[in-house]
């Protein structure tokens, strides 16, 4: 294994197993080389690939106002990505974004559309095959599979958030850029707690234009700037915020592990920065009552092993 620091974040090349956890404790996000890069996915999967493969299979994407970033009630709130939401086959979406990306669709309230999150072995299960799953956590993960593109009027994008579980993001095609951010102070980045609508994971602020008048605490010095290449993974530690943006049209896969409870002791700072989270987790699900689903099933996934994957497959739209 080779250890290089650039921009800010450690790249490694090819860890085994020992390796990748000795940097995994130190519950710093970083960069892995020479792994995915040699999956057949990296070289096969060119949109004709895909739609032969599975262009008939239905998926859940999500349309976008041309307004959507501008308030934070939309991308921070219950039922915000619900709304435009539709389920089409495949290979109507990708020749939707074709001609998005080549601006032959030309649409005023809808600006843009997103493949975001389809649960991978559900949604296409003839592609497993062309995947290599990632074994240094040695435990089943949940896959979710990214389809996204950038244009001249929009660039697919997930909102500042955390998660509450270890994510190997792997980039497949074209490039994303991700802004990351330690979890120093959960409340320095001003998850939308006074309403009872908010997703306490998420950030009002926009990363990209920080309105320090209205959010003073918000960390911005603190910004780790990755720009991921095809072929690459990325480690992001459970509550680690985050904000990505495409680059490119492109295709990533995010491996879901759960956090168990033998890692609150063996990486450093979790269990500080969860004391830190779950006091305002609980007063927020308590008060209030349209977002009491989705906080109890973030302070499970604080407690119980396994039930970040289980109860993501249980929520998946029918």
């Known amino acids: 294994m080779k250890v290089k620091n650039s921009d800010s974040i450690l790249r490694i090349k090819n860890p085994n197993e020992k390796e990748f956890l000795e940097l995994w404790k130190q519950y ?12 057949d996915a990296c070289s096969k999967w060119s949109n004709d690939y895909l739609i032969k493969q599975c262009g008939n299979n239905l998926v859940d994407i999500q349309n976008f106002k041309k ?17 435009d939401r539709k389920i089409i086959k495949y ?4 020749k939707e974004i074709e001609e998005r990306v080549n601006e032959n669709k030309n649409d005023p309230d809808l600006v843009g559309c997103y ?15 062309d995947v290599i799953y990632p074994e240094y956590l040695n435990r089943k993960p949940l896959v979710n599979y990214w389809h996204g593109f950038s244009s001249k009027n929009f660039s697919s994008t997930s909102a500042l958030h955390f998660d509450a579980v270890h ?3 792997v980039q497949i095609r074209g490039r994303k850029k ?4 330690p979890p120093s102070n959960y409340l320095s980045f001003y998850p939308p707690l006074d309403d009872s609508r908010g997703l306490a994971a998420y950030s009002r602020v926009d990363p990209n234009l920080p309105n320090l008048e209205s959010f003073p605490k918000f960390p911005y010095q603190e910004r780790i700037e990755v720009l991921i290449q095809p072929g690459e993974m990325l480690y992001i530690p459970p509550f680690w915020w985050h904000y990505v943006t495409a680059v490119d049209e492109n295709i990533s896969l995010s491996f879901f592990y759960d956090v168990t409870i ?29 977002a009491l689903q989705s906080s109890i099933a973030m302070i499970k996934s ?15 739209p029918k």
């Open 302 to 316: 604080f407690i119980l092993p396994g039930s970040f994957t289980e109860g993501a497959r249980d929520e998946k």
């Open 178 to 181: 991700i802004l990351l951010y």
């Open 262 to 290: 033998q890692d609150y002791f063996k990486q450093q700072k979790i269990l500080s920065v969860l004391l830190n989270i779950a006091p305002h987790y609980l007063y927020h699900a308590i008060s209030s009552p349209d």
């Open 115 to 129: 493949l975001p999150s389809a649960f991978f072995e559900d949604s296409f299960p003839e592609i497993i095959g």
């Open 91 to 94: 290979k109507e979406y990708v």
């Open 28 to 39: 710093q996000p970083f960069l892995i080389e020479d792994v995915a890069k040699h999956w």
């Open 167 to 169: 994510n190997i993001f």
């Open 67 to 83: 307004d959507f970033f501008d308030d934070y009630k939309m991308f921070s709130y219950v039922g915000a990505y619900i709304e």
